[in-house]
């Protein structure tokens, strides 16, 4: 169900993560949320870090907010995102010393490489019993949501990794499951995440978004695994299950570790049909700044009849160069030429939160975005949407010569 971009055009937005302010140097390093906000300095921080992003994104004239990921921990490239659930769930015993079999093959990279240290640096728990929900140590997706959206104006997309992506790395140590097969492990985990999902849902949030179901991954590399695609499919809706009222983003990129790019040969041509067709959900999010709109035309086949939107990424999550307005615009407009303005929603192509970005950068390319949009929206005969960080009247910093009344002329007044 469209519940925020239903009537909006072009609507604007990022990925989720954001970087913290430098003064947000707390985290909750498995600890039950409510058990960290009794902490009075923590909660301040916290809820201040939360106000903060919000008004960053509103500044940036963003329509679609996030809550910038700041209930997770700030560690070695990204692993929070992994490990938020993964240190809350029953079943896991917790961060053993890394060994060979806890590795996904696809990441194997050499000694004196960023990806090797990321690799070797991780730290994954052991499956030692059934994986699930803990009533005593929940997510408590509801009340991050809640603390966001209340300092916001504007719709907050909340999002979580997938239990799917989760299971990459995990390995069993218990009867439960079987040691190859990982199946029934990411069946529980959906089942666990379901729960959570739901209370979300019950507590009034209307965007939702599902961040890495491997699919893609899959279909890319291990075409032939139907049997596991259409495992995977079922898994994923079921992990939704129950969210008929929200608006179901489904985000998929090709991994952010630290700004980092993980494979080559990636490709969504085998998995498109998959995400457009047979997932439940609203909106499909695909990275496309990334190789330079390489895979846009995939979408003309469908271009006339989309059931989803989607999110394309019109700036770059790895790159440090702040984008300009008009940049962005030709992105929209190459976008636009295989999917209909009214199914394409702005976005970048995957997070700025992952320990390498600097928060000025990721704003400006936030505004970007905004801008590009109003651009298009003005070639499109619409209404522009207001960007408080465009407005020439509320510059931070401004020459004297247009505050006479307060500054010393300048020599050639």
Request: glycine residues 6%; hydrophobic residues 40%; proline residues 6%.
């Amino acid at each position: 169900m469209l519940t925020a971009t239903k009537d909006l055009m072009l609507p604007a937005t990022v990925t989720g993560s954001w970087p913290r302010p430098r003064w947000y140097d707390g985290g909750l390093w498995g600890r039950p949320l409510d058990t960290a906000l009794l902490d009075v300095h923590f909660r301040e921080q916290f809820l201040d870090a939360h106000s903060t992003v919000i008004a960053d994104q509103e500044r940036a004239g963003l329509d679609i907010l996030t809550n910038g990921d700041y209930h997770l921990d700030e560690d070695f490239a990204g692993r929070s995102w992994h490990h938020y659930p993964l240190q809350r769930w029953m079943g896991l015993e917790h961060e053993e010393l890394q060994y060979e079999r806890s590795r996904d093959r696809l990441l194997e990279f050499p000694p004196g490489t960023l990806m090797n240290e990321i690799e070797t640096t991780w730290r994954w728990p052991r499956v030692v019993g059934k994986v699930e929900h803990d009533r005593r140590n929940p997510l408590e997706y509801a009340k991050l949501w809640r603390i966001a959206q209340a300092r916001a104006g504007k719709p907050v997309k909340f999002g979580t990794c997938s239990s799917q992506v989760l299971s990459i790395f995990l390995d069993s140590h218990t009867a439960e499951y079987d040691l190859e097969d990982k199946k029934q492990l990411i069946w529980d985990m959906a089942t666990a995440m379901n729960i959570e999902l739901r209370q979300l849902a019950a507590a009034g949030a209307r965007v939702i978004q599902i961040e890495e179901p491997t699919i893609h991954f899959v279909a890319a590399f291990y075409p032939d695994q139907t049997e596991m695609l259409d495992f995977l499919v079922e898994a994923f809706n079921h992990e939704v299950d129950g969210l008929d009222d929200v608006e179901l983003w489904i985000h998929t990129c090709w991994g952010n570790p630290n700004m980092q790019k993980v494979y080559t040969g990636e490709s969504y041509a085998n998995s498109i049909e998959t995400y457009l067709e047979r997932l439940k959900g609203d909106v499909w999010t695909v990275e496309m700044t990334e190789n330079e709109f390489a895979e846009i035309d995939l979408f003309k086949p469908y271009a006339g009849s989309l059931k989803k939107k989607v999110a394309v990424g019109v700036v770059n999550h790895r790159t440090l160069q702040a984008d300009m307005p008009p940049v962005v615009a030709a992105r929209v407009r190459r976008a636009m030429e295989v999917i209909p303005a009214e199914k394409l929603i702005l976005s970048s192509d995957c997070g700025f939160g992952r320990q390498g970005f600097s928060r000025t950068i990721a704003f400006y390319k936030a505004t970007a975005i905004a801008q590009a949009r109003n651009i298009v929206l003005k070639e499109l005969g619409l209404e522009e949407r207001y960007v408080p960080a465009a407005d020439p009247a509320l510059q931070v910093d401004v020459l004297p010569d247009r505050e006479p009344l307060t500054h010393l002329p300048t020599p050639w007044t």
